[in-house]
């Protein structure tokens, strides 16, 4: 048993350099690569998280203009619908007005015609009645020259 004492204490003894050599391996990965490692991870989410965050800010940042696009297309919209309701209401006006315009005009031109008419009627009815007048004497002479030059002179 001394011997197996003595041996485990040999290969304890002889181990101890390689122990070192582990820890200072361990410590020299730690400071090195590992230490790094996770400062590099970390940042990597940070980062990564960050992107998530900006691109969900982004998102919504886009979402709000197209809203308030839209918003400026529906009320652009409105103002063209109420421009060209505005433009077909004075359209209707100006027609409503030139065509009562015409109808003033048709009827003073209808007016003016019946005047003419009643003129031309009062003028025509003189002309009637001075005609009448003459064809009557001119009748009226036809009818009796030919008695009386065929009546004897002395009156019977």
């Known amino acids: 048993m001394d011997e197996t004492l003595r041996q485990i204490g040999e290969l304890l003894l002889g ?3 390689t122990v070192i050599f582990f820890l200072l391996l361990f410590g020299l990965y730690t400071v090195l690569v590992h ?3 996770v400062r590099v991870l970390a940042e990597r989410r940070a980062r990564t998280q960050g992107a998530i965050e ?20 529906r009320d652009a919209r409105l103002k063209l619908f109420k421009a060209l309701e505005a433009r077909r209401t004075k359209a209707s006006q100006l027609r409503a007005q030139a065509v009562a315009e015409a109808r003033y005009r048709a009827q003073s031109q209808i007016e003016a015609a019946r005047a ?6 009062a003028a025509a009815k003189q002309n009637l009645d001075a005609e009448v007048g003459r064809l009557a004497t001119e009748v009226i002479r036809t009818v009796l020259e030919p008695a009386i030059s065929r009546a004897p002179a002395g009156g019977r």
């Open 15 to 17: 181990a101890v350099p």
């Open 35 to 37: 230490k790094p490692l």
């Open 54 to 73: 900006k691109a969900r800010a982004d998102v919504a940042r886009a979402e709000e203009r197209t809203a308030e696009y839209e918003q400026k297309l």
């Open 116 to 121: 003419a008419i009643e003129q031309d009627k």
